[in-house]
């Protein structure tokens, strides 16, 4: 039933909001459980123009740090609707 409410809430976001928020946590995912590194993702003009290492000019934007307090509080004001799921609010 939890599961069915925070499917639905989720799917309540705005469709752009959703895919950049969904980026963000599978981002964030990969760095936590070292499957890539921050040094993959941040930006250098360097090694996007020499190297074409094009994924840097997005990727850049999709990572917030380590998980926690700072991450989760971006994410919910990244998705102002999300709130109401933390808070319990209908």
Known sequence: MAYQSLR?????I???SRAYTT?????????QLELI????LYFNPELIFKHFQIWRLITNFLF??????NFLFN??????SMICVFLGLP
Request: net charge negative; hydrophobic share 50%.
């Open 75 to 80: 994410m919910i004001f990244l998705t102002g």
């Open 8 to 12: 639905l809430e989720y799917l309540q």
């Open 14 to 16: 705005p469709p752009v």
């Open 64 to 69: 917030f740090g380590p998980v926690g307090f």
């Open 37 to 40: 590194t921050p040094f993959q």
């Open 23 to 31: 980026a963000c946590v599978l981002t964030t995912a990969a760095v």
